[in-house]
């Protein structure tokens, strides 16, 4: 069965403390690691997309590395605007519908000025 | 640009009420979903529309049903509510269709918070 887990369930960081986030999938054909980030009320909002191990992507403060069992979200220096939840999601492999995706619980994260 | 909008923000209902939630979205995507969000389950996939004129079921189907009017819109629908279906509800477009490959890029809406009493 396809899963994603995330680690830790939270987080809470100094302002300008390095950390990160981790997601651990098992998928029988991975066709895209996705991050998202999400505020309180209100909807996912799309960070990255991985597809394959070695695979680095960064914005800002976050890079986003995968490797062939699990992906990490570096966040480096953060700020008090970076504390949200962070989501990771896993596009099932086809058959049906091919775009959907398996969501972990996410990882709340609060950085204290 | 208004993304994805969800109505209504919040409502209440007593068991055995229905009601439908509404969403739409201006970016010409091809897809939509529902999904919900519960404390420690995560989003979980209730239906998808892989394009106008489709819709299948998703990981927890069960006691709803979906309407995909046009390509703008996708509501669902809860005909006897329970508790077990208070939750978040998250509409989402994605604009690649089914087979396309390639990245599919979910934009949410802003959600919706149900209550069944």
């Known amino acids: 069965e396809d899963q994603v887990t995330q680690s830790p369930e939270a987080l809470r960081l100094q302002e300008g403390e390095s950390s990160s986030l981790n997601c651990s999938y098992t998928?029988?054909?991975?066709?895209?690691l996705f991050w998202y980030r999400q505020d309180p009320g209100k909807g996912p909002e799309f960070l990255f997309t991985l597809y394959s191990a070695g695979e680095e992507k960064e914005k800002e403060r976050l890079k986003a590395t995968l490797t062939k069992k699990e992906s990490f979200l570096h966040i480096t220096a953060p700020k008090p605007e970076d504390s949200a939840t962070y989501l990771c999601a896993v596009r099932s492999p086809p058959g049906g519908a091919t775009n959907k995706l398996i969501f972990g619980t996410g990882t709340l994260l609060a950085v204290q000025p | 640009n208004a993304g994805v909008t969800q109505t209504p923000k919040f409502q209440v209902l007593k068991t055995g009420q229905s009601m439908t939630l509404q969403c739409a979205q201006d970016?010409?995507?091809?897809?939509m979903y529902w999904y919900r969000q519960d404390p420690g389950m995560g989003l979980r996939l209730i239906y998808y529309?892989?394009?106008?004129?489709?819709?299948d079921k998703g990981e927890v189907p069960n006691g709803y049903n979906v309407s995909r009017l046009n390509k703008r819109e996708f509501s669902l629908r809860l005909e006897s509510a329970a508790p077990s279906q208070t939750s978040v509800y998250f509409c989402?477009?994605?604009?690649?269709?089914?087979?396309?490959?390639?990245?599919?890029?979910?934009?949410f809406g802003a959600g919706s918070r149900l209550t069944v009493l």
């Open positions: 970016m010409n995507h091809n897809s």
């Open positions: 989402a477009s994605s604009v690649k269709g089914q087979g396309d490959s390639g990245a599919n890029v979910l934009t």
């Open positions: 529309s892989a394009s106008e004129g489709t819709t």
């Open positions: 998928v029988s054909g991975l066709r895209g």
